[in-house]
């Protein structure tokens, strides 16, 4: 087990995988587009079950090789509940942030390939999720060091506060959060942020809205903001950052 996976272990938090096998074709300097999609063919032809590939595009994806390597398979445009009861291979081609949320629900799946676009956050997000890369057979690592100890220990804190985007508390506690972060002088990264808060156990909306926080910070956003944390708290996760003895 991993110091950080140890670290959130003990303090009762989970890290909120997808629960079945995770596959990426990933897009990469080194590999063509028309290479990357028959990486995820080839997967997609190897499982068992009734396949389904959800797409950000249906157009793209008739425009793409995919369609060519695998005629006659089922195809759906990607939404917030596509797939909620499919039981079988799911291929998901570019997916934008929240709809990686979602595969974090899935429970009839059997196992998932995502087949990387342009977005900023698709690499984060299957690093945290420990995908396997169809190109080497390894599994993907959130680095060590990605975020300050004292981010570490605040996003870990934040975490098992939250309860998703539908709650009126998410917000502005994350917001109080990260401005005193960025006003006692630590960096506040917005893709790290993401990247660590998933690992720390958040739920994909849970971290994309950190994310959000994060960029409106880094942009010079002056936000208003709700007290959700004593004057102290800054002073507080400093000395839980000295005390860990497996530092994030």
């Not at 629900?105 to 087949?115: E, F, G, R, S, W």
């Not at 870990?156 to 998410?170: A, E, K, Y």
């Not at 917000?171 to 006692?184: E, G, H, N, Q, Y």
């Amino acid at each position: 087990m991993s110091e950080l996976r140890t670290t959130l272990v003990g303090m009762g938090m989970t890290p909120a995988q997808v629960r079945c096998p995770l596959y990426a074709a990933l897009r990469d300097p080194r590999t063509t587009l028309d290479e990357q999609e028959a990486l995820a063919a080839d997967w997609l032809r190897t499982q068992s079950g009734s396949p389904l590939i959800l797409a950000s595009s249906i157009g793209d994806y008739r425009d793409s090789t995919l369609a060519d390597q695998l005629p006659g398979a089922a195809v759906e445009k990607l939404g917030r509940r596509t797939a909620v009861g499919h039981s079988g291979p799911l291929l998901v081609a570019w997916p934008a942030a929240e709809n990686l949320s979602q595969l974090q629900h899935l429970d009839q799946v059997t196992a998932i390939c995502v087949v990387e676009g342009g977005g900023v956050l698709q690499q984060p997000w299957l690093r945290a999720q420990r995908a396997i890369d169809l190109a080497t057979g390894i599994r993907l690592e959130t680095r060590s060091g990605l975020v300050p100890e004292v981010v570490a220990v605040a996003i870990q804190s934040l975490v098992p506060m939250l309860n998703g985007l539908s709650s009126s508390f998410d917000k502005p506690t994350v917001i109080d959060a990260l401005c005193r972060l960025k006003a006692s002088g630590y960096e506040v990264d917005p893709i790290a942020v993401y990247e660590f808060a998933l690992r720390s156990g958040a739920d994909g909306d849970e971290a994309i809205l950190m994310h959000e926080v994060a960029t409106g910070l880094r942009r010079g956003h002056s936000y208003r903001r709700s007290q959700r944390f004593g004057p102290d708290i800054i002073r507080h996760w400093e000395q839980e950052a000295a005390a860990l003895p497996n530092r994030p």
